[in-house]
């Protein structure tokens, strides 16, 4: 399962495109990757994305996994992710400041023990909602720099809320408290 993600993480830096190339490329070519710790797409999620809108909207895909001695079992997902940052402030020669960033995923989780339809064996309306899919939303900062190259490299941190802890929360506000609710996001960000 190792390798498999150090694959992973290699194809998503394998996108990253030398200097020479320049900035007029195919629309389904990355110009991002990011590697994301935590924040209800996996432990460890590397994957690669594309912004517009000068940077303001980025669409990523990451691939998630989760290691047994963390999860009980090895679980690996994929995660679409939005997010919008509408300030890009410069914050020194060439540092730059997103304060303020919101994001939605939607993580679909593979394995057996996770389905869109209820299986046959439970009765009907045992799970009120299909366990493979989750959406959350996120709110967060990040700060870069341009560095190696690159026009940004940097961290980001991130509140996460999925869709099923929010509901429980607001059905029943005294049985769980923030800690129950919110997980914490942190990655590293490369845009060329």
């Not at 694959?7 to 990355?30: K, N, Q, T, Y």
């Not at 996994?65 to 009980?72: A, T």
């Not at 540092?95 to 023990?113: C, H, I, K, M, N």
């Not at 059905?171 to 997980?183: E, K, R």
């Amino acid at each position: 399962m190792r390798a498999f993600a150090a694959m992973c993480l290699a194809a998503a830096l394998s996108a990253i495109p030398s200097s020479a190339e320049g900035r007029d490329r195919h629309w389904a070519v990355p110009d991002q990757a990011k590697l994301q710790l935590a924040g209800n797409v996996g432990f460890l999620s590397p994957g690669v994305g594309w912004s517009w809108l000068g940077r303001r909207l980025e669409g990523d895909l990451l691939f998630g996994w989760v290691p047994p001695p963390i999860g009980g079992d090895s679980i690996l997902s994929f995660t679409g992710k939005l997010t919008f940052a509408p300030w890009r402030l410069r914050a020194g020669r060439d540092w730059f400041l997103r304060p303020l960033t919101s994001a939605v995923q939607l993580t679909y989780t593979l394995g057996d023990e996770y389905f869109l339809r209820l299986p046959e064996h439970y009765p009907h309306g045992y799970y009120s909602a299909a366990t493979a899919v989750r959406v959350a939303v996120a709110l967060g900062a990040s700060v870069g720099r341009r560095q190696w190259g690159l026009d940004e490299v940097g961290v980001y941190a991130e509140v996460v809320a999925l869709d099923a802890m929010l509901a429980f929360w607001f059905a029943n506000p005294q049985a769980l408290g923030p800690t129950d609710v919110l997980s914490l996001a942190v990655g590293v960000r490369a845009a060329f």
